[in-house]
């Protein structure tokens, strides 16, 4: 369609000025069309600044998520490795979309996006606040060949992924609490939730599904949250420049799992090494100090 092709050329030229004559040779259209696929564009909510006599640009302001924002910024991978994308203005949860759509697609990796969850879940059967348009809410899907017993590693080496992405894009440090919250400021800024469709008689795991929830400007959160969770305040970065940083820094740690340096990551940037935590299962309620993360992903602890 003319609107998402427009939309691409104004993402991959967000500091040019492409005049309407332009684009409609461009796509072979009258700059007629080129107009009404504009007013479209921005009726979506898409900011672009139309200078009189020179044409249109995206105001660097403009942060709506897209599939042509996205692939923008993966510009370094291959075309036949460019996942398939879905965004969604609203839906339960990611991960579950994820799962729902790994039945249907013959695609190698998935990317589901929602601006809004209405079910987000989180680790244990908890939820995650998911508001409108303030956070990133995303789910990749892989097909890796894993051996079960690697889940646990999979769901540190994402931590650290997410971590990387935060700091590569904008420069702030956040710890790991194991083994799926990202603190920031000594408050939950991010949830992580891993999920893996595995085969228990050949031990392989055919899908694993990622998904990162991230406080990037959330600036209220139920009275609940208020004292333990926090959000990145970045106006700076758009979300579609996260998703596409978040994306590629999962697919490669899921690709050097026994890199040794995630895990060196995952122990320098804990939260928890060093300090009394709390042990809560089935069987058990106590208190343990957590001194080190063995070679799986798992947590070392002694008791107290």
Known sequence: MLKEKLLAELEQNRDTVLSGQQLADLFSVSRNAVWKAIKALKDEGHEIESVPQKGYRLKPSSDVLSKEGIIQYLNNINEEEIPEIHIYQQIDSTNSEAKRLITQSSAKNIIVIAKEQFNGRGRGGHSFYSPADTGLYMSV????????????????AAAVAVMNAIYNLTGKKTQIKWVNDLFYNNKK???????????????????????????INTCEFPEELKEIACSLEEDNITKNEFAAEIYRQITYVCAHLNDAEILKQARENSFVIGKKIEIDDTNTHRYATAYDIDSDGSLICTDD
Do not use: Y
Not at 141 to 151: E, F, S, V
Not at 189 to 210: N, Y
């Open 189 to 215: 800024v991010c949830g992580i939730l891993t999920e893996a469709i595995t085969d228990f008689e050949s031990g392989d795991v055919s899908d694993i599904i990622i998904g990162a929830g991230i406080n």
């Open 141 to 156: 899907a892989l097909k890796p060949k894993l051996r079960i017993k690697q889940a646990l590693l999979i769901t540190t």
